[in-house]
Structure formats: structure tokens, C-alpha cells
């Protein structure tokens, strides 16, 4: 952010004086905002890395697993020993890939909550600047590298919706309306 037109960093909104700005109020919100977001995903990424690896290390140990169970005989008690195994085995698997596909979901919305952060960060950039927060062409350059931000269709939609003026909850609501149709032909736990 420009340093320069804003000195001040602080809030003086409970004790106002004459350098009191709505704007320098503004974004120093903003900041907070896109700080809380980064230091959320900060805080979580660590904690799902290592479910990450300890599933990633499970899936491996399952086909071990599955791959000396394969080697015992089909008949005889062994052989019904064998064929349980393989079945449990089988399911637990499953659940890990099923979590692996759960960890996807939250690596896509780490990567939007970045995007967010960023664009908060952009936002705050240009409120703080007096020669460019009343240039409509520098509005314009925000929405369209917010825009470039969203990698889904959905995201695209959404907001385009908000630019051509579908209020923010239901662009928002047709969003997650979206999202949840397509996470619900996937079934993860």
C-alpha cells in the first residue's frame, strides 16, 4: 500500500481529529481482514498437511496390505481369512481415498480464500490511494483482476452476477446452490 498517503496507521476513530479519514478507517480494515484470512489458512495448513502425508502414508500401507494378503491361499480356513481381508481392506481404502478427495476440496478453498485475501489487499491498495479511489478506470482494473482471481465457472458466474447487479447474497446463494450440486454426486465420508 502507499505508505506515503497514509502516515498515520492507527485507528482514530474513538478520539477524532482533523487527520480523522473514513478512508484511512477503511483500510485499515481491509488489511485486518485480508491479515485474519492469512493467518486462518496459515494456522490450518500445517494441521492438514499431516493429515495430508499420514493419509497419502496409509493409502501406500493399504496396498501393501492388500498386496500380502493377495498372497495368502484361496482355500481352507486361510481362504476365508484371505477373502475378509480383502473386503475390510477394500472399505478401508476407500475411506482413505474418499479423504484424500476431502483434502482436494480444501486445498480449492485455501486457494479461494488466498484470492480473497488478495483482492482485499488490492481493494485496500486503492481505497488508500486519492489520486487512483476516484478514477473509474482503476475500478474497472480491480474488478477485472479480481475476475482473473476465479478458476471455477461457478466463481465466474457469481461474480459476473455482482457486476451487472444481482445483490451479493443471492449471487452468493446461486454460488453454493452450484457448488453443492456438484459435490453431491460425490459422496466422502
Not at 484371505?82 to 485455501?110: E, N, T, W
Not at 457469481?158 to 445483490?167: H, R, T
Request: hydrophobic letters at 40%; proline letters at 3%.
Amino acid at each position: 500500500m502507499n505508505q506515503a498517503s497514509h502516515p498515520q496507521r492507527g485507528t482514530t476513530a474513538h478520539m477524532p481529529d482533523l487527520n480523522w479519514s473514513q478512508v484511512r478507517e477503511t483500510v485499515l480494515m481491509l488489511e485486518l481482514a485480508a491479515v485474519q484470512i492469512e493467518a486462518a489458512m496459515s494456522d490450518s495448513n500445517a494441521s492438514v498437511e499431516v493429515l495430508t502425508d499420514s493419509f497419502t502414508s496409509m493409502a501406500g500401507h493399504m496396498s501393501d496390505i492388500s498386496e500380502t494378503i493377495g498372497t495368502l491361499p484361496d482355500d481352507g480356513p486361510a481362504g476365508a481369512v484371505k477373502q475378509k481381508l480383502l473386503g475390510v481392506s477394500g472399505q478401508v481404502s476407500g475411506m482413505v481415498h474418499q479423504a484424500i478427495i476431502a483434502f482436494q476440496f480444501y486445498d480449492k478453498l485455501v486457494q479461494r480464500l488466498a484470492h480473497v485475501g488478495l483482492s482485499l489487499g488490492e481493494l485496500s491498495d486503492l481505497v488508500g490511494d486519492g489520486r487512483r479511489l476516484y478514477n473509474p478506470e482503476e475500478w474497472v482494473a480491480l474488478q477485472t483482476r479480481i475476475r482473473t482471481k476465479y478458476s471455477t465457472r461457478e466463481e465466474i458466474a457469481m461474480f459476473e452476477a455482482v457486476m451487472q447487479g444481482v445483490p451479493v447474497q443471492e449471487a452468493v446463494q446461486r454460488f453454493m446452490a452450484e457448488m453443492k450440486d456438484k459435490s453431491d454426486d460425490i459422496e466422502l465420508f
